[in-house]
């Protein structure tokens, strides 16, 4: 069985860091990466990274964000450092897994993240 993992998230002050994990399980772990919702919004991009260590991170995060990853442990994480109110939102682990001979896009459960004074 496929199983997205996450850990952090929390509350922090404007200005603070936060690191978000997520390990993956259950098949061949492909590209993973972090997206962000916010109430009334599509989920969005935050960052991705392959397996060979291609990063991509949308415009928002970039320099203040690292997305990183091992693949011994099948495991992503986001360093967020110099967080902003305008990044509170539920975070979402997203892997490429494939499972049963399947290639599929799997997400763990969500983990939210408070930037406020």
């Known amino acids: 069985q496929v199983q997205l993992v996450e850990s952090g998230g929390g509350l922090v002050q404007p200005g603070g860091s936060l690191r978000l994990s997520c390990a993956a399980s259950g098949g061949s772990v492909y590209t993973m990466g972090w997206y962000r919702q916010t109430p009334g919004k599509q989920r969005a991009l935050v960052a991705t990274?392959?397996?060979?260590?291609?990063?991509n991170y949308a415009d928002s995060v970039k320099g203040r964000f690292t997305i990183s990853r091992d693949n011994a442990k099948n495991m992503v994480v986001l360093q967020m450092n110099s967080l902003k109110p305008e990044d509170t939102a539920v975070y979402y682990c997203?892997?490429?897994?494939?499972?049963?001979?399947?290639?599929?896009?799997?997400w763990g459960q969500g983990t939210q993240v408070t930037v406020s004074s």
């Open positions: 997203n892997a490429y897994i494939t499972h049963l001979g399947s290639l599929h896009a799997y």
């Open positions: 990274i392959t397996t060979g260590g291609s990063t």
